[in-house]
């Protein structure tokens, strides 16, 4: 299973609803780890370190600075895009099907989406 990180604005009741659906998910946030206010490729760059796959809202600059490090050819260990209007039960569940269908390795290099619905 992915181990991941929420990046700073990402919705804390998400973050809840996750652990608390299956308390199995290592989730830590941005501000649990030193890395408040810290730019996306900072954030990336920890994640890829700690083998851990961004949480984001953060659509138009995550999503650049993470195809950034896989065209320079660094460890981008997976970014997950949720819209920020998804209500956070979609988000919920989306996450959840995303983490039981996927396998060892599938989330490297990859930036995936949550429908919004």
């Given amino acids: 299973m992915p181990r991941?990180?929420?990046?700073?604005?990402?919705?804390?009741?998400?973050?809840?609803?996750?652990?608390?659906?299956?308390?199995?998910?290592?989730?830590?946030?941005?501000?649990?780890?030193?890395?408040?206010?810290?730019?996306?490729?900072?954030?990336?760059?920890?994640?890829?370190r700690e083998g851990r796959v961004v949480l984001t809202h953060d659509k138009r600059t995550m999503t650049r600075d993470a195809n950034a490090r896989v065209i320079d050819g660094l460890p981008?260990?997976?970014?997950?895009?949720?819209?920020?209007?998804?209500?956070?039960?979609?988000?919920i569940e989306g996450l959840l099907e995303m983490i039981g269908a996927s396998l060892e390795g599938e989330w490297e290099n990859r930036i995936r989406f949550v429908e919004r619905r």
């Avoid at 809840?16 to 760059?45: K, M, T």
């Avoid at 981008?76 to 039960?89: A, D, K």
Wanted: aromatic residues 8%; proline residues 7%.
């Fill in 76 to 91: 981008m260990t997976g970014v997950v895009v949720v819209h920020w209007s998804t209500p956070p039960g979609r988000a």
């Fill in 4 to 48: 991941f990180l929420a990046d700073e604005g990402f919705r804390r009741s998400i973050v809840r609803g996750l652990s608390y659906r299956n308390p199995a998910i290592n989730i830590v946030r941005v501000q649990d780890v030193g890395l408040s206010g810290a730019s996306d490729p900072a954030i990336l760059e920890w994640a890829a």
